[in-house]
Structures are given as structure tokens and as C-alpha cells.
């Protein structure tokens, strides 16, 4: 058990649907960070939130946003959903400061039809 | 940028046989390295990490890796297979602690009896 929880554990959306994704950080974790695992793929960095603000974004469009409250949880929201966003989103809480590990939820495995 | 690459995507061997599974990383900064494991329909879970210091280094469940900066790889070992090591494993690297991750594309370790 890492203490980071991620909710719901599984999502069936249809294209052009919005979601929204839930993450509660471990505790004394000041920042989290999502990422995107495909199918047969490894997680790609979607976006960081520090302070509740976003603190670096990867290859990722607008449609991909995220929030952060003062408790550090945080959640991803997704709009206009496309096939290719079925997959496997891990979020990954940490320390920002010091060389500490980032310990992931067991994820919400998205599938858009 | 940064890239990871783990060379084989599936790797075969029969318990009680030597694990190794290859990773090789791109940084133009001294990297931060990682090798995480993924069971199924699970998260991911920190085998070992590389930060500075002692370049061989010893993780959970018997793991080991050996951060070689003139190879620019961080093999990742164990002496003796488990039936319970079958997973995919995952090596990443960033230039900043456990921060935005960059993952290779896993390597899928199956172990034989």
C-alpha cells in the first residue's frame, strides 16, 4: 500500500464525453503528478501540480487539465474524449524537494467507445 | 530531452536462472534513474532507484542495477528467478529527483518452472 488512492478503478465513457479523475495524495506529499499508460505501453507524463499550480506539462493537449486543492489531492479532467485516451492514468504523489520516490495509486483504467 | 530505452520487450527465463533486464538512457544532464515494477491491473511499485554516490545499487526483492555513466545504462539483475518475479518492469530516468518521469516502454519478465 502506497497511501495514494485513485478513484474510480475503472471508467466506460463514449467519445466526445468528458471525465473526471480523482487522486488523493499520500500524506506530507506536497506534489502530484498523472500520467497516461497505454495499452502494451509505458506511463507518459501528462502534467505536474505544485502548490496548485500546474508545474510542467508533457505532450499533452489542452483538452487534459488538472486541479490540486489545498489538501493535495488533485484531480485530471479530460474533455471532448477521443478512442485513443482509453488507457491506464496513474497518479504519483511526491516531496518536490530532495531526491524522495514517487509513489503511484493503481490507477483508473479509462475506456472511451 | 530525455529518452529511455529497454531493449526486449519480453524476457523468458527459468526459476532460479540470472534476471537481466537492459535498460539504456539519454540525459544531458547526470540522471536520476529508476526501475518500478507493474503486476497486473496494479500501479507501479519502486524497485530501486539511482540518485548520486554508489553506483551499484541494491533495491527490493533481491534487485540490483549498476548505474554505468560511460555506457549510459542502468542494467537491472537478480541472481536467482521467482515464480513471483513475473511482471512488467518499467526503467525511467529524470533530471530532477522522482519528477516528471520519462519511462522506456517496459519489459515483460516471464519465469518458467
Known amino acids: 500500500e502506497t497511501g495514494v488512492t485513485q478513484s474510480p478503478t475503472h471508467l466506460i465513457k463514449t467519445r466526445g464525453q468528458q471525465v473526471t479523475l480523482r487522486c488523493s495524495s499520500q500524506?506530507?506529499?506536497?506534489?502530484v503528478s498523472w500520467y497516461q499508460q497505454a495499452l502494451g505501453q509505458g506511463p507518459q507524463f501528462i502534467f505536474q501540480?505544485?502548490?496548485?499550480?500546474?508545474?510542467g506539462r508533457g505532450n499533452f493537449p489542452p483538452r487534459f487539465s488538472g486541479l490540486q486543492f489545498p489538501n493535495y489531492s488533485s484531480e485530471l479532467n479530460v474533455n471532448a474524449l477521443e478512442l485513443d485516451d482509453s488507457a491506464l492514468y496513474l497518479c504519483?504523489?511526491?516531496?518536490?524537494?530532495?531526491?524522495?520516490?514517487?509513489?503511484f495509486g493503481q490507477g483508473t483504467r479509462l475506456t472511451v467507445v | 530531452a530525455q529518452s529511455v530505452t529497454q531493449l526486449g520487450s519480453h524476457v523468458s527465463v527459468s526459476e532460479g536462472a540470472l534476471v537481466l533486464l537492459r535498460c539504456n538512457y539519454s540525459?544531458?544532464?547526470?540522471?536520476?534513474l529508476f526501475w518500478y515494477v507493474q503486476y497486473p491491473n496494479q500501479g507501479l511499485q519502486l524497485l530501486l532507484k539511482?540518485?548520486?554516490?554508489?553506483?551499484l545499487v541494491k533495491g527490493i526483492n533481491g534487485f540490483e542495477a549498476e548505474f554505468k555513466k560511460s555506457e549510459t545504462s542502468f542494467h537491472l539483475t537478480k541472481p536467482s528467478a521467482h515464480m513471483s518475479d513475473a511482471a512488467e518492469y518499467f526503467c525511467?530516468?529524470?533530471?530532477?529527483?522522482?519528477?516528471?518521469?520519462?519511462f522506456g516502454q517496459g519489459t515483460r519478465l516471464t519465469i518458467n518452472p
Open positions: 500524506s506530507g506529499h506536497n506534489t
Open positions: 501540480y505544485y502548490r496548485e499550480e500546474e508545474n
Open positions: 539511482y540518485t548520486t554516490g554508489a553506483t
Open positions: 540525459s544531458s544532464v547526470p540522471p536520476y
Open positions: 504519483a504523489s511526491s516531496i518536490i524537494e530532495g531526491n524522495t520516490e514517487a509513489f
Open positions: 525511467a530516468v529524470s533530471d530532477w529527483g522522482a519528477q516528471k518521469l520519462v
